[in-house]
Every structure is written in structure tokens, then in C-alpha cells.
């Protein structure tokens, strides 16, 4: 029986049914060549033909009496991967729309939660020939990162490999080097690890005081921080509808543009979804504000006293430079943005790192709970940038042709960008509550738009 962590437990508390707290992903392969529709009975046949199960695919949530009823996962003694795996077909014609709209729907619902909490819905009906995959996981189970690396692990650079497991079969356990055991948490390491989440405090304040001191500077050349947001039509109450829709951009076009500005690829995407806001807001909206929008960015930092902990994870607001109509200006608003916010964390130890994220994520998330965001956001939208494979990948033969994330909307914040890089590819996926943000593809033609405003400069 393990207990969940408190951000884990943060994502249940926060859920109701107009705020599903699960992200997912939509997968979209080609069939190996001579494979007919049959192939795709057989795929879910052998999905769930499976036996042995790994963690946390078999778990469930418990709120055991005995541990003061905080949530616990607990190996489900009645799991039925029946349950879990479904196999839908698209209605005629199969386009990407249709697609799209199943998704949407397949999102807005909630987990069961006295199942363990994913699903897995293999589509058949494309038009083009191919094949989805869409999967959705609570984010108390788990994060984007880790999502990513659970369904790499899964898939194989070899076109002629076959056999590869399933994400939930225990199977998988043996395409992952091995852990080490975790020690046994004594009293003294106990108290070794209070004592440097205290020691680490001082820290995490001088980071915030150097971003509140950030003020001091010219508005285009500071970080953002929380609440310094224009209310928009994206900062509205939720309904539990969602609506999804993805793209494909070239990453030799990214490259191109970005060599030209002296830009990173996160820099280009962040423009991208800058100069996309400004025109939906423009042509749907209540016009651009006067102000800039700020999105919330998740962040990969490595510390800076060593290795031990690899990669820590926090996440920086950024001035988005809408209220600029120079897309030159804009992205430089952005740079600047971005580059202060990191060079912020990147100084910290990783236990600063969490410190800092728990000293600003708190109150950021604050008006979410108490249902005020709209009237008081803390950010206008997320952003997200989640690294995928290099290489083309396969499953079984079956090329992965498109890697798109679906992810969360929330009171206060009715779009969500997240994107994903593969194979000479960024795969934008784009959620938002249906409702609030109608007619959400156009952002499709605006990120193009916006894209070529950049190499046209």
C-alpha cells in the first residue's frame, strides 16, 4: 500500500466534474504493409489477453481507517482489463475531424474511481489508413514526462520487432533498467530530510525576492509573475465539455526560423501560441488587451550542485507579448521573459527548486480552489513542452506517425497548448473547455499564421 504524495493528492482534491484531473495522449500509426482491417480485432484481442500486470496499471485508490483515511494506492484484487480497453470505430468519413470529436468526448469524462484510474481506446475508421490510439490517465498516477517515457519503453526503433508488450503489462518491466530499493527510512534519515527541506527555505526566498524585485525593470524586460494577468474570455468558469484539436508543424521549419532570430525552439513556440491568442482574440474574443497575456510553462532544470537528482521540475510564468504587434518585438519580449525565469531556478538546488514551485504554486492555484480565477487569474494559459523520440518509432511493425498530448483545463484557464517533439516533427495538441472557447480550430491556421510570420521576417 503506498500513499500518495500531496501534489498527487492535490489533483483529486482539485476535481469535480467540470475539472477532469486526467491528461492523455493521442497516438496515431500506420499499419505495417499488407495488414487489413482485420489486424485491428486481433490488436485488441491481444490486449487483452494479458495476465500480468505492472505498476500503477493495477492499482486503485483506497482511504484506508487505520492511515487516518488519506489516499492510498492498492493493488485492485478485481481488475478487469476489459474495462480498461476499448475498441471504438470513427463514423464515415474517418477524417481527422471526426477523430478529433471522439477524443474530445473520451476526455471530458471522468475516471471511475473505484477502478484503477486510466483507459485505453484503440480507433479504427481513418480515412488515411491509419490507426489511434488514445489513452487517459489520472495525474495522480502520473505526470507528462512520465507518460512520454512509459510509451517510449513501449515502442522500438526496429520496424521488423514484434511482440513489444502493452503499456500496462508487466512485460514492460523488462524493457526498463532496473531500480534500485529504496532504503528504509530510518528516524535519523527522516530527520536528515526535514532538516534539508528547512535548510533549503532560505533559498527558495531569495528566489522569490529576486522575482518580485524583477518589478523594478521595464515591463518587457522582467519575468512575469502571478496575478500581473488581463482578464480574458480564457479566464472564465469551465463547463466538464471539452474540445480537442491537434497539428503537425515541421520541425525544419522551427529550426529555420529559430536560427534566423538567434531563438530556441521553446522561444518559437511560445511565439507561435502569442501571435495564435492575439488573432483568436482579435476575430472571437473581446479584442487583444492592452496588457500581456502570461502563460504558465512547466520547466525541466538541472540542479546546479550535481547530477544526484537529475532533472527538477518547476514551472515559470511568461510575458507572451500580446499586447505587441511586432512579431520581432515580441518574441524578444518572450526571450527575455523566458531567460529570467530560468536563470531564477537554474542557480537553486533541487530541493530549492520544490521549495520555490510550493512558495508560488500556492497561491497561483489558490483562486482555482476557492473558485474565484475567473475573477482573479493567476495566469491567462498553460504551456507545455514535453521532448518525444528522435527517431521514427514503431509498435509491432506499425509506424508512429503522430504523437499529440491531450491535456487539463481549469476554472480560470480554458485553453491548454502542450507539445510534443518527434521524429523531425512538434505535434501540437490543443484542449479547451468547448464551451468557453468556441471554434478552438481555428488556432490550427493561427499557429500557422503565426509561424510564417516569423519566417517572413
Request: aromatic letters at 8%; proline letters at 7%; one cysteine or more.
Amino acid at each position: 500500500m503506498k500513499a500518495l504524495s500531496p501534489i498527487d493528492n492535490g489533483f483529486l482534491t482539485g476535481e469535480t466534474r467540470q475539472t477532469p484531473m486526467h491528461v492523455g495522449g493521442l497516438v496515431l500509426l500506420r499499419p505495417p504493409a499488407g495488414t487489413g482491417i482485420d489486424n485491428l480485432a486481433d490488436i485488441y484481442r491481444d490486449c487483452i489477453s494479458e495476465t500480468e500486470f505492472r505498476r500503477p496499471f493495477d492499482q486503485k485508490l483506497v482511504h484506508p481507517a487505520s492511515r487516518a483515511g488519506y489516499p492510498h494506492w492498492e493493488k485492485d484484487p478485481a481488475f478487469d482489463v476489459e474495462y480498461h480497453v476499448r475498441h471504438s470505430a470513427l463514423p464515415r468519413p474517418g477524417r481527422y475531424r471526426e477523430l478529433f470529436a471522439l477524443v474530445s468526448r473520451l476526455h471530458g469524462s471522468l475516471l471511475d474511481r473505484t477502478r484503477p484510474l486510466w483507459e485505453f481506446h484503440l480507433i479504427e475508421g481513418l480515412e488515411s489508413g491509419q490507426f489511434a490510439m488514445y489513452t487517459k490517465m489520472h495525474h495522480a498516477m502520473i505526470d507528462g514526462m512520465a507518460g512520454m517515457r512509459m510509451l517510449q519503453a513501449s515502442l522500438s526503433e526496429d520496424p521488423d520487432e514484434r511482440g513489444l508488450p502493452v503499456i500496462w503489462s508487466a512485460g514492460m518491466n523488462k524493457r526498463r533498467p532496473p531500480r534500485p530499493e529504496p532504503s528504509k527510512m530510518t528516524l535519523a534519515i527522516a530527520a536528515e530530510a526535514v532538516q534539508s527541506q528547512l535548510g533549503s527555505i532560505p533559498g527558495a526566498v531569495r528566489a522569490l525576492t529576486h522575482a518580485v524585485s524583477s518589478l523594478r525593470r521595464p515591463a518587457d524586460e522582467r519575468m512575469a509573475l502571478p496575478f500581473q494577468s488581463p482578464r480574458s474570455s480564457f479566464n472564465t468558469r469551465i463547463t466538464g465539455a471539452r474540445r480537442f484539436v491537434a497539428q503537425s508543424y515541421s520541425m525544419e521549419r522551427i529550426d529555420q526560423a529559430r536560427k534566423k532570430l538567434d531563438a530556441t525552439v521553446n522561444d518559437i513556440v511560445l511565439a507561435m501560441c502569442s501571435s495564435a491568442l492575439r488573432r483568436y482574440l482579435q476575430d472571437y474574443g473581446d479584442g487583444v488587451p492592452d496588457q500581456p497575456l502570461t502563460a504558465m510553462a512547466p520547466v525541466s532544470i538541472r540542479p546546479s550542485d550535481g547530477d544526484d537528482y537529475g532533472n527538477a521540475v518547476s514551472a515559470i510564468l511568461v510575458n507572451l507579448g500580446t499586447h505587441i504587434a511586432d512579431p520581432i518585438r515580441r518574441i524578444e519580449t518572450i526571450r527575455a521573459s523566458v531567460n529570467d525565469g530560468k536563470a531564477l531556478v537554474s542557480e537553486l538546488t533541487y530541493r530549492e527548486v520544490l521549495q520555490y514551485t510550493m512558495l508560488m504554486g500556492g497561491p497561483m492555484f489558490a483562486p482555482t480552489l476557492l473558485g474565484v480565477a475567473d475573477r482573479l487569474p493567476a495566469f491567462n494559459v498553460v504551456i507545455s513542452n514535453v521532448p518525444g523520440p528522435k527517431k521514427p518509432m514503431y509498435w509491432n511493425g506499425a509506424r508512429l506517425e503522430g504523437l499529440y498530448p491531450v491535456s487539463i483545463v481549469f476554472h480560470g484557464s480554458a485553453l491548454n497548448f502542450t507539445v510534443s517533439s518527434y521524429a523531425g516533427s512538434l505535434d501540437f495538441g490543443i484542449t479547451a473547455c468547448r464551451r468557453s472557447v468556441p471554434r478552438v480550430q481555428r488556432f490550427i491556421d493561427f499557429l500557422e499564421d503565426g509561424l510564417k510570420e516569423l519566417e517572413r521576417v
